[in-house]
Structures are given as structure tokens and as C-alpha cells.
Nanobody
Framework: QVQLVESGGGLVQAGGSLRLSCAAS????????MGWHRQAPGKQRELVAA???????NYADSVKGRFTISRDPAKNTVYLQMNSLKPEDTAVYYC????????WGQGTQVTVSS
């Protein structure tokens, strides 16, 4: 089973940027779909961005134009570049890989101060 480990979270001021990384213990192409989700306190986990093995991407409306999902197969890593961050982006961000079932990382905290 391929393990996923997120990194890159932290505290940033509104308008700033962060890049999250999701390192897989094996090939990211072992997943048919990978994505970033987030969960804020008291809210349900929601999809932020996803990328298929073919490279197609989709984004939540709330992050379109600000966030970009990408991947580096040589490093078995998927990234989430987050620009123009807002306080409402504050959440724990989780990496997900799917092949027949979902695998999740442990999450990384992103806090955006106003």
C-alpha cells in the first residue's frame, strides 16, 4: 500500500502563498486520481483540487484562479500551490490517492491570518 505524507503547511498572512507537498512512498501513477482536501473546524472535509493520472485537473470554485495542483512523477510528489490566501482557507489539508479505494495522508495545518 502506497503511503502519503503531506508537508508545507504553516502560518501565513492573508494575501500570501504556500506550497503543499504530498510525497508518495511509491509511484503516484499507482493512483488513478489524486487530490487535496481540507477540513476547517466544525465543517465537513471538502475537495479543493484533484488531478487524474492523465493530467486532467479540477478545482473547487472557491479556489479557482488561486490554487494550482501539479505533480512531479520523478519525485512521486503532488503539489498544491496556494496563492492569494484568505483567512477562510484556514484548515487542515489532506492529500488523497484513489485506486479502487481512498488512501489519505495525516494532514498539514494551514492557518491564514487577517
Amino acid at each position: 500500500q502506497v503511503q502519503l505524507v503531506e508537508s508545507g503547511g504553516g502560518l501565513v498572512q492573508a494575501g500570501g502563498s504556500l506550497r503543499l507537498s504530498c510525497a508518495a512512498s511509491g509511484s503516484i501513477f499507482s493512483f488513478t486520481n489524486m487530490g487535496w482536501h481540507r477540513q476547517a473546524p466544525g465543517k465537513q472535509r471538502e475537495l479543493v483540487a484533484a488531478i487524474t493520472s492523465g493530467g486532467n485537473t479540477n478545482y473547487a470554485d472557491s479556489v479557482k484562479g488561486r490554487f494550482t495542483i501539479s505533480r512531479d512523477p520523478a519525485k512521486n510528489t503532488v503539489y498544491l500551490q496556494m496563492n492569494s490566501l484568505k483567512p477562510e482557507d484556514t484548515a487542515v489539508y489532506y492529500c488523497r490517492g484513489t485506486r479502487f479505494r481512498d488512501s489519505w495522508g495525516q494532514g498539514t495545518q494551514v492557518t491564514v491570518s487577517s
